[in-house]
T-cell receptor, first 114, second 112 residues
Framework: EAGVTQFPSHSVIEKGQTVTLRCDPISGHDNLYWYRRVMGKEIKFLLHFVKESKQDESGMPNNRFLAERTGGTYSTLKVQPAELEDSGVYFC????????????FGSGTRLTVV | GDSVTQMEGPVTLSEEAFLTINCTYTATGYPSLFWYVQYPGEGLQLLLKATKADDKGSNKGFEATYRKETTSFHLEKGSVQVSDSAVYFCALGTGGSYIPTFGRGTSLIVHP
């Protein structure tokens, strides 16, 4: 079974530019989550999709962040325009039955805004 | 709200030493508890879990027991190896959507 795939693995952009991160969940996993970890801090929840619908986006920091999940398959997270404080590692995770099986995480995208 | 507190790192040990990484939590309801591990250059992997009080999760020589009375889920291993060097995250999941709440992570460095 293929795991959760994220790309790019690294991205360095200048402040004010736009970046789009992509996540391909495990096939059949209706639940898809985005998280972010700023250096040395907690992994913070950003949002949760169930299929193509946003179930919970309470963790999205502001309207510079836009997440989509086309047809309930892969998801994108766009940051526009990027700010310095957006730097961190963005993780995607998917699950089928989270409470029983936990979550499968991707290896993350390390975003550096300079 | 729900929260997870982990001991500060890095934890530095010699090979074959005993490991404890403390984790305590606050949560409404009855959470499931997880330990995730992130090896260098890789994503988070579920290491072990426990879904109710007094359950013990175990995997790869690591163990953690769900202690409701002390709201703790400490991670232990009797003899660590260099290959255990990684960042370990304690997490809990509650509610219908079971969105996990993570701790800050504890870096473990094991020297030969």
């Amino acid at each position: 079974e293929a795991g959760v795939t994220q790309f790019p693995s690294h991205s360095v952009i200048e402040k004010g530019q736009t970046v789009t991160l992509r996540c391909d969940p495990i096939s059949g996993h209706d639940n898809l989550y985005w998280y972010r970890r700023v250096m040395g801090k907690e992994i913070k929840f950003l949002l949760h999709f169930v299929k193509e619908s946003k179930q919970d986006e309470s963790g999205m920091p502001n309207n510079r962040f836009l997440a989509e999940r086309t047809g309930g398959t892969y998801s994108t997270l766009k940051v526009q325009p990027a700010e310095l404080e957006d730097s961190g590692v963005y993780f995607c995770a998917s699950s089928y039955r989270a409470e029983a099986d936990g979550y499968t995480f991707g290896s993350g995208t390390r975003l550096t805004v300079v | 709200g729900d929260s997870v507190t982990q001991m500060e790192g890095p934890v530095t040990l010699s090979e074959e030493a005993f490991l404890t990484i403390n984790c305590t939590y606050t949560a409404t309801g009855y959470p499931s508890l997880f330990w995730y591990v992130q090896y260098p250059g890789e994503g988070l992997q579920l290491l072990l879990k426990a879904t109710k009080a007094d359950d013990k999760g175990s995997n790869k020589g690591f163990e953690a027991t769900y202690r409701k009375e002390t709201t703790s889920f400490h991670l232990e291993k009797g003899s660590v190896q260099v290959s255990d060097s990684a960042v370990y995250f304690c997490a809990l999941g509650t509610g219908g959507s079971y969105i996990p709440t993570f701790g800050r992570g504890t870096s473990l460095i094991v020297h030969p």
